[in-house]
């Protein structure tokens, strides 16, 4: 058997996330809202619909960058590659100041350090030369 290990840390890009991904490759993290009349919510993952209200007139918007560390776990133990020579890394889930919370990955920042309600800011690792990027999250003071 040739060629390399499966990728299971990759997204797959479809037409929906094309403007998602799109924006990712320029360091532009994008989120989704609702326009229906007395909604108005911000969510991500990103839907073609309003989790809050099943509307259908959602839009995309471009967020801040700005989250809260609003809970983690480092893991030091995954046998899947190539999470296996990430280790340890920290998977997080933050608070995006527009308002939803999204799973993610706190990097350059020791446990030690490590704070519920830490100021984060979003950056983007490419994964190789033709992968995604993916964003990913630091102190705000780096």
Do not use: K, Q
């Not at 995006?96 to 704070?115: F, H, I, N, Q, S």
Request: hydrophobic letters at 40%; charged letters at 25%.
């Amino acid at each position: 058997m040739t060629g390399t290990a499966p990728r299971y840390d990759l997204p797959e890009t479809d037409a929906f996330t094309r403007p998602y991904w799109d924006a990712a490759a320029d360091g532009r993290l994008l989120i989704r809202r609702c326009r229906a009349p007395g909604c108005g919510v911000a969510h991500h993952y990103p839907r073609e619909f309003c989790p809050r209200c099943w509307g259908e007139d959602v839009v995309w918007e471009e967020a801040s960058g700005r989250a809260t560390l609003y809970t983690w776990s480092v893991v030091h133990r995954n046998d899947l590659p190539p999470f296996d020579g990430r280790v340890p890394y920290t998977a997080a889930v933050v608070d995006l100041a527009e308002g939803p919370r999204m799973m993610t990955e706190v990097v350059d920042c020791p446990e030690a350090e490590l704070r519920i309600g830490m100021a984060l800011r979003v950056h983007f690792r490419t994964e190789g030369e033709d992968g995604p990027a993916v964003a990913v999250f630091r102190a705000a003071d780096r």
